[in-house]
């Protein structure tokens, strides 16, 4: 069998971000993206400085908050509350994870729904389990796409979720159970978890534990999502998935780095851009 096809995330999500910059310069004002830190985590640091990038590359304004480790959680709770006020202000993100003596289901409650760029809210997450138009989270956001990418029509397709985090694992399996897909989630509790993956014809891998899906847990002609990142001693990145053995058997996958990566970050400033047209009450000509 020919080698799977290696879905390029970097330059799909180029083309999205391209679009979305010209969204950008048709709208009379620039969106707003207001992003909070708290304390120095050097990843969660890069990671918003990133989003500060792309945002800024976009024409979309971003403002960040920092807060010092040792804020309390009711100075948080203020900080979001005067974001949600701001009409200025179109999208909100706290970055995670947040220091141990903060509540973050209480942080993440207190974002208003419709500035919800993260799309991790409750009600959110409601409307999305309802099928509802709303923000949904950009990492599993970007999974679809990129599984569209290759395969049009996903409908009645088995698809195996393996992480169950309310970042990942879960929102995704409510996309692709909106998609018609039949969806098994499997997690740390899993039995027989490789018996369960090679019948996938989506296998979406979202662990953080790097290498563990070998080429025999995967189905002849399968899409194979990896949405793993592990930073390796050697300095290298690596996904969830064996990604050598997978090339073998797999139709498509997506790559660590360059795959599912690029594409978060291009659904947020998505989100960004979605938020801002529906405060003003625009409602998008397509749905997402
Ligand atoms: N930390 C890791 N991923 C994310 C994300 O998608 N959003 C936020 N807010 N924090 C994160």
Redesign the pocket.
Known sequence: MADAIIIDGKSIAEGYLAKIKQEVEGLPTPPCLAMVLVGENPA?LL?VRYKQKHAESLGITSLLYMLPAEASEAELLHLVNDLNQNPQIDGV?????LPEHIDEFKVISAIRPDKDV?G?TTENIGLLALKKDCLV???PLGCIKLLKSVEKDISGLNAVVVGRSN?VGRPLAQMLLNENCTVTVTHSHTKDLPDICVKADILAVAVGNPGMVKGNWIKPGAIVLDVGISYMPDKSIRGDVDFAEALKVAKAITPVPKGVGPM?KAMLMHNTVKAYKKRRGWHDAQPD
């Open positions: 969660s990671y993100l706290v970055q995670l994870p993260d991790f989270p950009c990492t970042i978060t």
